[in-house]
Structure formats: C-alpha cells, structure tokens
C-alpha cells in the first residue's frame, strides 16, 4: 500500500458516519449481544477456535449481526470474502465458489463466505449459493433483518445454524451513546441520553446516527440536550419487513379477541403508521367479525365490512377512522367461536371420509322426472307447519345426529340458540345451552 492510499484511508475514516467509526475491531468491544459472544458463549467459541460453520445472523438492524461477521476475520486463517446481495448476483456468486474451489485444491485452505443482507437474494441466487455450502467449498455467514424461515430457501437453512441476535438494551444503547459522545468530543445530561436510548428501540445504528446529527445541531460547544435529540429524531426510520407485518398484524388481532380496546388502537396505529396497506386491515378484520365474534354479535361482520367498503371509498387518512370504529366494535364486541368450529368441524368430516350421497328427499326434483328416480320423494316443507318447523333428517345417514355446532352462551348468541329450540320444541338443560337429555356437543 502506498502512502497516498494509506493517508486516503485515514482520511476516509475521519469522514466515516459515525457508526462506521465506532466499528469494533475485538469481540470484547461488541456492544449487546453477550448470550452470543459473551465470556464462554457459543458463538464466540466458535469465532475464536476458528471452528465457526455456515452461519445466518438474524436480527433487527443496528444489533451487531455485520460487525461479527467481520470480526470472524481477524479471527479466521481461512480465506475471508464479503458479499452484499444488494449489488452481487449469481454471476458474482459463481466467481466466488471458483476461486474458493481454487484456494481449496490449491493451497488447502478454507473459504468463509459474508453475504450482507441475504434475504435480498432471489430463488435463483440462493440456489446458485446452495451447491458451494453442501459441498463445504465455503462456509457462508449470512447476515439478514428477515425471519430466514421466510426469506432463505429450506435446503440452504438446514445446512446452517441460526444465530439470533436481540435488540440492545437501554442499558447497551446508552453505553454505545457514551462512547459516540467520546468520540464526538461532545457532551450531554443523562435525560438526554435516556431520550436518545428511548427513541433508538434498540437498534444501535439509529442511536448513533440520531446522536451524531444531534452533535452537529449542539455545534460550536457540542454540549448535547435532550431539545437535540427531538430535533434529531427525525433521522428516525421505522423498521418494517415481512416478520414484523405479520407480527404486527398478529399483535391487532389478538387484542380484539382478547376484547383490549386500548391494545387494539394502539396496534391499529402502528400498522398504519408503519405503511399497511388499510385495505389488508379491513380483510382481517372482516375474518375477525366471523371467526371471532361470530353470532355472539351478527352486527359485527356489518361493522366490518361497512369498513372494509368505506376504506374503498374514503381513503387514508380519513379511512384510519372506519377501521377504528370497526376494530373498537369488534373489541368491544361479545365474542363466539362456534361458527368457525362449525365449519372446521364440518370440513373435517369432509376431508376425513368418503364423500357420502345427498339423501333422496334432500336431492333437487324442479325437473321433469325427478319423483320417477326418488328425487325429493318424502321431503317435508317446514312453512307447512305453523311453527315454520318440522322435525326431518338433513344429515346423510351415516352422519346423523352428528352435532358439528357448538353454541356458546355469549352475547346474542345464547338468544338465537334459545329461539331455535324453543321452535323445535326442546328445553334447555341445567347449563343453559343444551336441551334436557341431549347429547353433548360433538356426541351423539
């Protein structure tokens, strides 16, 4: 290296982002992340003994997962080669297994593979990588923000072992906080700081950012106050893939189910915030009013898809409003279960046994002979009888009396059910929800 190149890198690092300055260059100078690589932890075992196999970091961003892989390196006696997958493609892929192939039949030596960002490399990609890590021609760390059980084919994830990196604690993220300071030549009051890990929900990357924006705004005396920070905070990205749809979304329904009115504006809120696309909210919440709800409250499934139609014709922001009185409706809401145990238990009747025939009274006779093959023959029509019911079988034999609906006692379901039998003529048992002397549900 010349003494030009070399004074170009040292300039280079003097204009690095914050973060990138505050790399670590020893393990022991990670921040977080001690269940991994702390003092005896797994990971660092295997980093230190050179004994580290093809690997997948997952975790949220700003966690270390990128300042590991590359500690492997110093670490290493294999050959140590990064990719990001935002920029390599299979061409690139390809030219790395050749010249580890090549290292390997000619020097005997190892290869270790960093691909940044993994979970941006298609079907393809991926596939073009799987050959090399089955074959050991490399040993692949790949770094990804993505649950890889989403974003990583099944064949190349068996062959790794997943490592799971946490966000930092506010304890981390101030420490990390402090030596930013330290290096910024700044300063600033512990409110400042807590503002800071506050805001950084354990990403240390955007603690770092934020703070150095921060630094700037305090210029010339760099004395940092928490009126910094909140000017800065709009460095703020929100971190939103495809787990943390899912979760998100899991969070809103389990609130309304579990009838948290509270919980349920909250998690509304962040969806929204977050870029959701409202339409996708208003669907769920729809499955909600049914699944959940059910006939403790017919009314629900209207609310629902009333804002499913508004969220069509309003529009966001506006739309946020539909979708709010639905999902406090449906938390508010009695909530039933039956109606969908009644269809999953039908549909595993269904998918369980042989497809049996529709009874002949039940089988469609609007045609010109229909009664000659039996068709409709013995079928009584229910609004002949004053009380709009007739006692017939409607299951086919050898399902009859089969109880697939299971009522609950909540809500306006317990009317409905009690209207019902009082048509048929049944009184209800002790616990209010069976006729004296029935079977019980799902007997017969």
């Known amino acids: 290296m010349s003494l030009f190149d070399a004074a170009g890198r040292e300039e280079l690092r003097k204009r690095a982002p914050l973060p990138a ?37 997952y975790g949220p961003p700003g966690t270390g997962k990128t300042t ?48 940044d960002e993994v979970h941006r490399f298609n079907k393809a990609q991926q596939d073009a990588l799987l050959h090399g890590v089955e074959e ?48 910024e030549g700044a300063s600033a009051p512990e409110e400042a700081v807590a503002l800071l890990t506050d805001l950084a929900a354990g990403d240390g990357r955007v603690a770092l950012t934020v703070l150095e924006v921060a630094v700037a705004l305090a210029a ?22 495809q787990e943390e ?35 996708y909210v208003a669907r769920r919440l729809v499955i909600l009013a049914s699944e959940d709800v059910g006939l403790a409250d017919p009314l629900s499934l209207v609310v629902a898809t009333s804002a499913a139609r508004a969220v ?18 449906l938390a508010l809401a009695p909530k039933s279960n039956s109606a969908a145990k009644a269809i999953w238990a039908a549909q595993e009747k269904v998918r369980g046994g042989p497809f049996v025939e529709v009874p002949a009274h039940l089988r469609s006779s609007n045609y010109r002979g229909a ?24 299951l086919p034999g050898e399902l009859a009396g089969e109880r697939l609906f299971q009522p609950s006692a909540h809500g306006a379901e317990q009317g409905l059910v009690r209207r019902w039998r009082e048509r048929r003529g049944e009184s209800e048992g002790p616990d209010g929800d069976q006729p004296a002397g029935a079977a019980p549900p799902g007997e017969s």
């Open 68 to 115: 590991v892989a590359r500690l492997v390196a110093e670490h290493t006696k294999r050959r140590y080669r990064a990719l990001s997958a935002v920029e390599a493609g299979v061409k690139e892929v390809r030219a790395e297994l050749e010249g580890a192939r090549r290292a390997l039949g000619e020097e005997g030596r190892g290869t270790i593979l960093f691909l």
């Open 245 to 279: 749809h899912y979760n998100l979304i899991s969070a809103l329904i389990k609130s309304i189910r579990g009838s948290d009115p509270d919980a349920a504006s909250y998690w509304l809120a962040r969806i929204l915030e977050v870029g959701e696309d409202p339409r």
């Open 371 to 394: 009664s000659s093959l039996g068709h409709g023959v013995g079928y009584e029509y229910p609004h002949d009888d004053p009380r709009g019911y007739l006692e017939q079988e409607y």
């Open 220 to 241: 010339p005396d760099k004395q940092v106050s928490a009126a910094h920070i909140e000017q800065a905070r709009s460095m703020r990205a929100y971190r939103h893939g």
């Open 312 to 329: 069509e014709l309003v529009g966001l922001p506006e739309a946020a409003l539909n979708l709010s009185q639905a999902a406090l409706h």
């Open 136 to 183: 050991g021609v490399v040993a692949l760390i790949g770094a990804t923000t993505e649950n890889p059980f989403f974003a990583l084919n099944t064949p190349l994830l068996s062959r790794s072992t997943l490592w799971r990196f946490e966000p930092l604690s506010e304890e981390e993220v101030a420490q990390l906080a402090r030596r930013g300071l330290e290096a």
């Open 21 to 57: 300055r505050l790399r670590p260059r020893r393990l022991e100078e990670v921040v977080g992340q001690r269940h991994l690589i702390g003092p005896g932890a797994p990971l660092r075992a295997l980093v230190e003994s050179d004994r580290l196999s093809s690997a997948i970091f």
